[in-house]
């Protein structure tokens, strides 16, 4: 059963940096595209940061030059790296994984198939 657990959500104030992670099991990570979406109350889930299977990275352009993907496939991990918070990005963040991804649609969430439960962030000015 294919499983993802984030962690590492919290309380930071505005500037301030957090790392979230992704546990997946139940699969082997490597041999899927996986990403970041986040949620806040009342809006669509959004898409973050995608890393495909080569390890090629895309981002939206609300977090590029703050945010950073990685994955550590021995692990079975994924990793948001989030750095200069500011207050647009308080949400819920969820990792998400697929097989497959159309070109376009890496931020489409009907393009993953697996999500986890989420981890809340919070950014106080």
């Known amino acids: 059963q294919v499983q993802l657990v984030e962690s590492g959500g919290g309380s930071v104030q505005a500037g301030g940096s957090l790392r979230l992670s992704c546990a997946a099991s139940?699969?082997?990570?490597?041999?899927?595209?996986m990403a970041w979406f986040r949620q806040t109350p009342g809006k669509e889930r959004e898409g973050v940061a995608v890393?495909?299977?080569?390890?090629?990275?895309r981002y939206a352009d609300s977090v590029k030059g703050r945010f950073t993907i990685s994955r550590d496939n021995a692990k079975n991990t994924l990793y948001l790296e989030m750095n200069t918070l500011a207050p647009e990005d308080p949400a819920m963040y969820y990792c998400?994984?697929?097989?497959?991804?159309?070109?376009?649609?890496?931020?489409?969430?009907?393009?993953?198939?697996?999500w986890g439960q989420g981890t809340q962030v919070t950014v106080s000015s």
């Open positions: 139940g699969y082997t990570a490597r041999r899927y595209h």
């Open positions: 998400a994984a697929t097989v497959t991804i159309t070109a376009g649609y890496q931020f489409a969430t009907n393009s993953y198939n697996y």
């Open positions: 890393i495909y299977i080569s390890g090629y990275t």
